[in-house]
């Protein structure tokens, strides 16, 4: 075998090498891909389900102080209702006054 042909079968031997290295990476660059895909996929459902969670209890924190809020309201206009009716004798007796003052 001459010198010529012992260079062109080491450059042959060097172009396959070369391929399947290039053939291997692009498996690899696929796999790596395909796996950076899944973890997309499973880190934004676990997102999607931990914002789910965060609205559910924004939502019962909001109604429980809702219903909290009610209730001071419904209580401040019960003590209010029971002042009135405790000062309606006395505010008619003044009006009575003026009136037979007048």
């Known amino acids: ?36 895909r899944e973890e997309s ?3 934004t459902e ?10 559910a209890g924004a939502k019962a924190e909001a109604a429980a102080r809702r219903q909290a809020l009610l209730e001071e309201s419904g209580q401040r206009d019960a003590r209010a209702a ?5 000062r309606l004798p006395q505010a008619a007796a003044r009006i009575l006054e003026r009136m037979e003052a007048q």
């Not at 676990?46 to 609205?55: D, N």
Request: zero cysteines.
């Open 46 to 55: 676990a997102a999607r389900r931990q914002a789910e969670e965060l609205l």
């Open 1 to 36: 075998m001459s010198v010529l042909e012992q260079l062109q079968a080491e450059e042959e031997k060097a172009r396959q090498k070369k391929a399947a290295v290039l053939e291997e990476n692009r498996a690899l660059y696929a796999k790596a891909q395909e796996d950076a």
């Open 41 to 43: 996929s499973r880190i």
């Open 82 to 86: 029971e002042e009135a009716r405790t």
